[in-house]
């Protein structure tokens, strides 16, 4: 009987075996006996063993008709005289001879045979081939031999998508907070007087004609606030990229989402510093109404401690971070005693994280060279509306024509201070 059908009249007679017990049980109302349970396994077992069986002899007969459809009427290699072709294609001398009987019996083993004494190899006796004819030799070194073999060891872009990007850490130190509208409405306070006093106990119920504390009139204190709304802004970008590009390059495509990404947090950033509140701008901290001012006073340490100062007394409130530009930090970094020692340690003092006035310093290029800020950095808050995201589309101009898709960043948040007086910009330049 055929393979195949011998196959499947086994796949067919397992699964019949094990639905007949399944039905008797389904007809009886009843769960599997241990015996039938057995049983089904074992049939189902064997059906999935023929079926294996069945696949793997469909692919061997299908390989088969196709090798003889291929080499139908070809003959693939030419046999010398006196040589056949076994069953499985191998060309060897023709006779009754075998393989090995041919091998003994040729010119090249009967010279070899001949460099040893009485023809008997020693154990201590070097055996050397005597090849017939050298062809063309096999080096590694050359593109046209085996060099061509050799590939170049490709390794991308190992370090990701970080060329060009500085690092970002201005959201570490800030509140961040969520919404779901498009517009924040929150109260800013703008100034505070506390008058509180120790007031002796009132003598007399005659309203006093002096209103002061030494009568028991308790004193007055004030808080000013102000109600400010922000809108929820739209920060994106995009670039163009071929479908191609994208199917034949995944690790293109993991740069451009990286990137793209990276994009809308670099303008975040800067907006939170350096926005000007106008068009489609968000208010950044230094267009902030309320912000304290420290102008340059003797030198960089002097002044960066005297507007610390500032954030304690005037805004009444704890700093937790000074924003300094790389340029300004590297001032700082290099300042000297008169003996030329280094006041933070020199080279080797930059192994833990910058600080200041025992304050840690955020390094970043969003505040410009020359200006710093200290202050209490909970006081501003982020609020995230829809945090970044990545959409591809053909449906820009022609691009659906051309197989070309657009990749779009967008983000869309808000940003407010809500004690300005909680910060202070620095002027460092003397």
Known sequence: MDKIQELKDQLKHHLAQAQAIAVKAEEEARDFTDAERSQVTDH??????????????????????????????????????????????????????????????????????????????????????????????????????????????????????????????????????????????????????????????????????????????KPESALAWAKVTTPVRT??????????????????????????????????????ISGDGTGENLEGLSNVSGVQSQSFDTDLLTTTRKARTKVRLNGRAVPNAYLLNPADLETIDLLQDNEGRYYFGGPQGLGTAASLWGLPVIETEAVPAGTGYVGDFSKAVLWDREQASITVSDSHANFFIRNMVAILAEMRAAFGVIQPNAFVEIDLTA
């Open 235 to 272: 920060i994106a970008h995009w670039i163009p990229i071929t479908k191609r590009a994208l199917s034949d390059a995944s690790q293109v495509r993991s740069l451009i989402d990286a990137f793209l990404r990276y994009g809308l947090e670099e303008e975040l950033e800067d907006q939170m």
């Open 44 to 217: 189902m077992n064997q059906a999935k063993a023929a079926k294996e069986g069945l696949e793997k002899a469909k692919a061997t007969a299908t390989m088969k008709q196709a090798l003889a459809d291929l080499g139908e009427g070809v003959e693939l290699e030419e046999k010398s005289a006196g040589e056949r072709r076994t069953p499985s294609g191998l060309i060897v001398p023709d006779g009754k001879a075998s393989l090995g009987e041919s091998f003994v019996k040729s010119a090249e083993y009967q010279g070899l045979l001949a460099t040893a004494p009485n023809g008997v190899f020693g154990k201590d006796h070097r055996v050397q081939s005597r090849p017939v004819g050298y062809k063309t030799l096999v080096t590694g070194s050359s593109d046209t031999s085996g060099g061509a073999f050799v590939t170049n060891d490709m390794r991308g872009l190992q370090v990701g998508a970080t060329a060009f990007q500085r690092p970002l850490r201005l959201r570490d130190v800030v509140t961040t907070l969520t919404t779901t509208s498009d517009t924040i409405e929150y109260v800013r306070q703008t100034s505070q007087t506390n008058n509180a006093a120790a007031v002796p106990e009132s003598t007399t119920t005659a309203d006093p004609e002096n209103m002061t504390t030494a009568n028991g009139v």
